[in-house]
């Protein structure tokens, strides 16, 4: 079993800058890809970023390209998701994923098993 925590989200203006936390227990964590995903209202859940057991390896939505970083600690059991430029279209709950199979996986939600409670990042224009 795998507990996810988000933390980090809340409101902000356009162009500001906000870093998400997600704290990890229960498993190998650094053995496990990790993912963010988001859900806007009325909107099906997206993915947004993802990083490989390593941390060598990120990957992102077109819509964050530039603007959104991932990275992962794993001697602090942790994920983040740094995230500049912000535009009132970014406004959504945010997930943490972790990866149902070791070392790697995609951006799609069937690849991810555990996810956590979600955190809300408001992006006012």
């Known amino acids: 079993q795998v507990q996810l925590v988000e933390s980090g989200g809340r409101l902000v203006q356009a162009g500001d800058s906000l870093r998400l936390s997600c704290a990890a227990s229960?498993?190998?964590?650094?053995?496990?890809?990790m993912g963010w995903f988001r859900q806007a209202p009325g909107k099906e859940r997206e993915f947004v970023a993802g990083v490989n057991w390593s941390g060598g390896t990120t990957y992102y939505a077109d819509s964050v390209k530039g603007r959104f970083t991932i990275s992962r600690d794993n001697a602090k059991n942790a994920v983040y998701l740094q995230m500049n430029s912000l535009k009132p279209e970014d406004t959504a709950v945010y997930y943490c994923a972790a990866a149902r199979s070791a070392f790697t996986a995609g951006s799609t939600q069937g690849e991810y098993g555990y996810w956590g409670q979600g955190t809300q990042v408001t992006v006012s224009s």
């Open positions: 229960g498993r190998t964590f650094r053995i496990y890809a």
